[in-house]
């Protein structure tokens, strides 16, 4: 499926290949800030370590820049670091509040207003400089820290698990989210694929990272700047790619003993999660000893639910946090092993999991179908975002579109679950919804529809019919044009609002390839879990608005939440929602004006 980011270009979205090794391990010494003795709850003691006092970075002849990740990280002590940030509504501005936990009991401390702007992070967390050989100082910058980080223990008796979500929210309506660095945890200071990359020619310099006063003085962390010798090497891709060719023809096994010994290379390479098929020609396992492949640059920030892997599921490509120093030093070198399988592993902490899908239920239910009298899932929209003009390209010439992107989220307090189940021979599987009790019991169920399987390239899983319905209204609120997208396939992209009760910090049904089925899947389970959404973006002819025959002028986007009422839900009165946009230009030649939605400006 083809989309078109942010800018305008035209781009296929794709998995990102990451290869991740080993779990962080910090082994630089905790130096705790001391407490404030006027507080009268204890407080976490947070500081500043790096995990090594070198690090080295590349920088590709091909795309020129230096990922500036120095493996800098906060640490908390003595009680986790945990933050509230929310808006009451789009009127309002983003509030951040301190939770401190002491035992059973919880108090909060408001942190100051105008602190944060939205929700990737605390701005201007980190100061750093780098300085050259010389002493002259070539960089001096600030950069946010998104608690949610890419993170690791510091301690062997930490939690085993970070009970925080993975990432910080980028959506631009996002509505509450928890950020939080665990017990006995740190979390990398680095703002990873937020960040820009830095021009730094090859050499050696001293970075220094400090936190900033501000943030000194409102968490109590001790002034103790780090300092990392980097070492900058310019390397291109088409060089070693080229090397790695002839050392793979020249690693050809000559004999049983050397094909022997090349299964041990693949056998070795497989305990990290990278094991080639056993099948594959010995040689390719000799071929890793060459140049690595080109790795993966970090790509446009994700949407913030957790890492996902979704083809036509938000406005931006996807791709997982950023992966601490130590692991992204080590994932370079394993990647010539073979593409990375992202998915959870003993040891894996940065953030890149590939949440499972939901197993569905065995058999399809049985009995009278009721709907009891328990909590039940409340789907709202967002408004429209992402609004650009398109043309149709190579498919529909000579005409103008208009994309976006939209969202429906579930509130709670419970969440969404569709089953589908197929009868033998028949290209529909009929949906179910499912209820809960509070214990997690299911006790009715509901015909809801149908799902469909899509066969389109950048598709191919099942559908979920009437789940949402995009429209494009005149000025006078009456539709004008109706996107042809009407079945969907639900996977938990966008974290819109973690503070709501029950919201699910680590939801399953994450990306596509997991969440809705194959061709032949006999049933198939999608979930929509509390506080998370689903951002699909309108881009294609057909899903995308035909604007080509409308007058200039002021129009709605409608996002509306299950338009046939066919699922069951607490509230049907806040499925809408509008974003007004003025259409002019020409024939060819169309623009497109977003005004601000309340305080958001986004278009």
């Known amino acids: 499926m083809m989309t078109r980011s942010p800018q305008g270009r035209t781009s296929r979205l794709t998995r990102p290949s990451i290869a991740v090794a080993a779990a962080v391990a910090v082994t630089a010494g905790v130096v705790a800030a001391a407490p404030d003795a006027k507080t009268a709850e204890p407080s976490p003691k947070l500081s500043l370590i790096a995990a090594s006092t070198s690090v080295t970075l590349d920088s590709w002849k091909e795309d020129p820049g230096v990922y500036l990740d120095l493996g800098t990280y906060l640490t908390s002590e003595n009680g986790a670091f945990e933050l509230k940030v929310t808006r009451k509504s789009y009127k309002d501005p983003v509030l951040a509040t301190q939770v401190l936990r002491n035992g059973k009991k919880t108090t909060t401390k408001a942190l100051p207003a105008g602190l944060v702007k939205d929700f ?65 945890w740190a979390s990398n200071t680095y703002a990873g694929y937020y960040a820009k990359p830095v021009q730094l020619a090859a050499g050696t310099y001293t970075a220094k990272i400090s936190v900033t006063k501000k943030y000194r003085d409102l968490f109590g962390i001790a002034n103790k700047p780090q300092s990392v010798k980097v070492t900058v090497r310019e390397r291109s891709w088409e060089e070693e790619e080229q090397a790695g060719d002839a050392s793979a023809r020249s690693a050809v096994p000559r004999s049983s003993q050397s094909a022997k010994s090349a299964a041990g290379h693949q056998g070795h390479g497989g305990h990290e999660g990278h094991q080639q098929a056993a099948d594959a020609p010995a040689a390719s396992a000799h071929a890793a000893h060459g140049a690595p492949a080109r790795p993966e640059a970090p790509a446009a920030r994700t949407t913030g639910a957790t890492p996902t892997f979704n083809v036509g599921h938000g406005p931006y490509p996807p791709a997982p946090p950023a992966l601490p120093w130590a692991l992204k030093k080590e994932s370079l070198q394993r990647q010539a092993f073979s593409a990375a399988k992202v998915g959870d592993r003993p040891g894996q902490t940065d953030g890149s999991r590939q949440a499972p899908a939901a197993e569905p239920n065995a058999k399809r239910p049985t009995g009278k179908a009721t709907v009891p009298d328990v909590p039940k899932p409340d789907l709202r929209s967002l408004p429209a975002y992402g609004i650009t003009v398109s043309d149709g390209y190579e498919d529909d010439p000579g005409k103008d579109y208009l994309a976006f992107s939209a969202n429906v989220w579930n509130a709670g307090p419970a969440k969404l679950v569709v089953d589908g189940f197929r009868s033998p021979g028949k290209e529909l599987m009929d949906a179910y919804q499912y209820f809960y009790d509070a214990k997690g019991k299911q006790v009715g169920y509901t015909p809801t529809g149908t799902m469909e399987w899509d066969p389109r390239p950048g598709h191919e899983h099942w559908h979920f019919t009437d789940f949402a319905s995009y429209r494009l209204l005149k000025a006078d609120k009456k539709e004008s044009v109706r996107s042809g997208k009407e079945a969907f396939c639900l996977a938990n992209t966008d974290a819109v609002d973690y503070t709501v009760k029950n919201a699910n910090w680590h939801p399953d049904n994450t990306d596509l390839s997991t969440a809705c089925g194959q061709e032949n899947s006999i049933s198939v389970r999608e979930v929509l879990d509390v506080g998370s959404g689903d951002t699909y973006t309108q881009d294609l002819p057909g899903q995308s608005f035909d604007i080509t025959g409308l007058p200039n002028g002021t129009y709605y986007i409608q996002v509306l939440a299950n338009p046939e009422n066919r699922l069951k839900e607490t509230n049907h009165k806040n499925n809408s929602a509008l974003r007004k946009v003025v259409l002019g230009g020409k024939k060819g030649a169309r623009t497109v004006k977003v005004p601000a939605h309340d305080l958001v400006n986004a278009n």
């Open 120 to 184: 990737s992070g605390l701005p201007d967390f980190a100061q750093v400089s780098v300085t050259d050989a010389a002493g002259k100082t070539v960089l001096k910058q600030t950069e946010a820290f998104c608690p949610n980080n890419a993170s690791g223990r510091i301690r062997p008796d930490a939690p085993a698990n970070s009970k925080y979500p993975q990432s910080c929210p980028v959506n631009p309506f996002t509505l509450g989210s928890v950020w939080g660095v665990e017990n006995g």
